[in-house]
């Protein structure tokens, strides 16, 4: 395809799971894509099995915002399309309200929040230049329905929520020509999701097999997200196809928030959004 020809795109958090996949999509529409990540091996080896650039990157160091933007603009001329997909999930031994560490909840935030905020506004004067863009940050369900398990998790990816429709009116306001809408998956067995299932099989005597399959059990159509869901929504939603949507919040969840309205079954797993990336603040 070539719905994304002479776009230039960033994805944070690509060198893994949901990053990956969203990179790999956006290329296959025929754009040129940059990852950036922290675990630089593994960011080297996915850019190089996906033809794409590779840059080390935190996304929770302003600077280093300054500089992964500075060197898109240099090499390519413009940046287009920027998915902050980069996240985490943070510890599963203390989320409640009564027992989330402090330094934890400033961890998920630095990542998931801060890093998102920094990106949406390291990106703007770069897509005001390029004459337009289109900015997706990754949510979660998790930051539209409450899981008291997963206290900061789920309260940093409700702010991505709103802050993206901060920045899509800003932008409008200004007629920038930039549009920001968030996605928000359900559970997505990512590599991280898997260390999470681990966990919580561990913590209840249970096999990983069976927190999967509770997991599904929660979902009205009974299967997992996969990466190619939510690429694809990602896809469109920075395409031309999607001109008229700015805001929004996408969920890409088969039915689990719209369909049952809350959460269900016995395991208490944070959405697929945050878990998916492979970002940390080290």
């Not at 934890?104 to 905020?117: L, S």
Request: net charge neutral; aromatic share 4%; charged share 20%.
């Amino acid at each position: 395809m070539t719905r994304l020809k002479n776009v230039t795109g960033l994805v944070t958090g690509g060198a893994s799971g949901l990053g990956k996949a969203i990179a790999q999509r956006l290329a296959a529409d025929g754009a040129r894509v940059i990852i950036s990540d922290v675990q630089g091996d593994l960011g080297r080896e996915t850019a190089a099995q996906g033809s794409f650039t590779f840059l080390e990157q935190n996304v929770c160091d302003e600077e280093q915002w300054r500089q992964v933007i500075s060197e898109i603009e240099t090499r390519f001329g413009q940046l287009n399309v920027l998915v902050n997909s980069a996240g985490i999930a943070g510890p599963m031994d203390a989320s409640t309200p009564e027992n989330t560490r402090l330094e934890d909840w400033r961890k998920i935030f630095a990542v998931n929040t801060e890093g998102v905020f920094l990106g949406c506004r390291a990106a703007i004067p770069a897509m005001r230049r390029a004459g337009g863009g289109s900015i997706v940050n990754i949510s979660s369900i998790g930051g539209i329905l409450a899981n008291s398990s997963a206290t900061a998790y789920g309260a940093s990816k409700a702010a991505v929520g709103h802050l993206t429709q901060s920045v899509a009116q800003y932008c409008a306001q200004e007629r920038l020509n930039i549009r920001c809408n968030s996605v928000h998956p359900g559970a997505v067995l990512t590599p991280l999701l898997r260390d999470v299932v681990s966990g919580i099989a561990r913590s209840r005597g249970l096999t990983s097999e069976a927190v999967v399959e509770e997991i599904k059990s929660t979902v009205p159509g009974g299967e997992l997200v996969l990466p190619e869901d939510v690429a694809a929504a990602v896809a469109f939603l920075v395409s031309a196809d999607s001109r008229q949507i700015n805001g929004e919040k996408m969920i890409v969840d088969g039915g689990r928030v719209t369909c049952s309205g809350s959460f269900r079954g016995n395991v208490s797993v944070v959405g697929g959004g945050a878990i998916s990336g492979s970002e940390n603040c080290g």
